[in-house]
């Protein structure tokens, strides 16, 4: 190889011509040179020497030399030396010392030199690619414009200039003819370390992408006047933003706008041609819930905190339009405010209220034994629950028109004889199914759940104490008719296994309380363990003394 057998000023030259075009340091193409003429030199003397080499940067000048250990008696000529051979290489050593033996350099051969060659490329390519890795480490979620290199399987080989990234099919915006040769931007979502150098991620339908391409847009979001405070995006085909100003006197809408919509429609060309819906972003989740919905009309809004679900009521004329194509529409919103989203109409949302008025109608006029009457008032008032009569204020209840302090008494004693008839007929099916009476003093559990945790098999503390707590409590998902959530389309469904949740969650227990049933479950276990210790130091303190 030419680098090895030039003269000392073509060595550096080309050291720096190397770590020019590879824009890397030349201290690791020098450090690649010693590493070749090392090998090669083992090569020519023997490969058991340990042989080093050094290349001053500066003036080009070549060291070569073989270390060995000065011993008593010598095992491995190759590394070893005697006391008196080593004299006369260094005077004065000592045993235990490594000294050095120098050695003439070597005229290498082609093999050699070949091999030389292959050391110092693998040299630089590793030192390449480290510098690539480091280059691009730390720009994720930055857009980079490259040029397409070429399509593989359906994936995009993107040339950055220094690198390559890759943009997957699954990233790419659907229908988009990728053709090599033409300038793409994207998104860097990624950045790996691999053998074959660093692997960029690229993506085209990530949310954030669009969110970046109106900040370069638009200079008030670039300077953190305008936030765009949630983005949900059907790649190609239509996406929402959320935006929200911190100067009053700018309209967040009108802003990412732009005249004429000059500023949306070059962000949109990027997208080609996605439809981009900008929505004034508010803390009051209903009223952003509404917005989201636009441009379909909004009657009004139910919350659900516990389930995470909004139930929204729309007019008749108005739910093809809140839905959208294929449900596109409620998806996106659901996104965009992270809840689940149940579309209904006026006339739905009136026959699931007088269902469920009359279910607890019923319930209360059974339990309560009272008049349909009085069921219907508490109904009216806001009461769904046994519970919630029987443990609300008393002066709740007798303030309600009609009722006075004996009857609000009279109704709470009754609420509370009734959950106690409840709580006893769970009680025999409980037992009944062979559930173990140690459950019943697991704290949040009562005797509807242990009967439900029976029904599943779970009748000892250790088959509870198995459990995870996602097992125990996660709420099952349901399937609506309609519903846009994160997960994707709305649609008719089969029950699947992630579905069916955990063994209690119908019943609403929060991680919280979950864990210290589980917690709970397991505390025999670790009792066990503290019992066996004492017994087993008695048992060894028997033992000592017999």
Known sequence: MSAISANKAELLAIANAVAS???IDKSIVIEAMEEAIQKSARNRYGAENDIRAKLDPLTGDLTLWRVVEVVEEVEDYFKQVDLKQAEKLQPGSKMGDFIVDPLPPVDLGRIDAQSAKQVIFQKVRDAERERQFEEFKDRQGEVITGVIKSVEFGHVIVN????????????????????????????ITKVERNNRGPQIFLSRAHPDFMKKLFAQEVPEIYDNIIEIKAAARDPGSRAKIGVISRDSSIDPVGACVGMKGSRVQAVVQELQGEKIDIIPWSEDTATFVVNALQPATVSRVVLDEDDGRIEVVVPDDQLSLAIGRRGQNVRLASQ?????????????????????????????????????????????????????????????????????????????????????????????????????????????????????????????????????????????????????????????????????????????????????IIMAARAHWFEDEIVSEPDTQEAAHADSTQ
């Open 160 to 187: 950055l200039g220094r690198a390559e990234g890759v943009i997957r099919r699954d990233q790419q915006i659907p229908r988009e003819a990728a053709r090599t040769g033409e300038r793409v931007r994207a998104l």
């Open 21 to 23: 075009e590879k824009m």
């Open 336 to 516: 965009l405010t992270g809840h689940q989203i149940d579309i209904m109409t006026e006339e739905e949302a009136s026959e699931k209220r007088s269902k469920e008025f009359a279910e607890r109608s019923k319930m209360f006029e059974e339990e309560l034994d009272v008049d349909e009457t009085l069921s219907q008032l508490l109904v009216a008032e806001g009461f769904a629950e046994l519970e919630e009569v029987a443990y609300v204020d008393l002066a709740e209840l007798a303030s309600i028109e009609g009722f006075d302090d004996d009857l609000a008494g009279e109704l709470q004693s009754r609420a509370l004889e009734a959950l106690e008839r409840q709580e006893g007929a769970h009680r025999e099916v409980r037992r009944g199914l062979g559930v173990e009476d140690a459950l019943a003093e697991i704290p949040h559990l009562n005797e509807a759940m242990l009967v439900t945790l029976g029904k599943a098999g779970i009748k000892t503390l250790d088959d509870l104490a198995d459990l995870a707590t996602d097992e125990l409590i996660a709420k099952k998902r349901e399937a609506p008719r309609r519903r846009g959530n994160a997960d994707g389309p709305p649609q008719r469904r089969p029950q699947r296994e992630t579905d069916k949740g955990g063994v209690l969650g119908e019943y609403g227990l929060s991680e919280e309380q979950g864990n210290e």
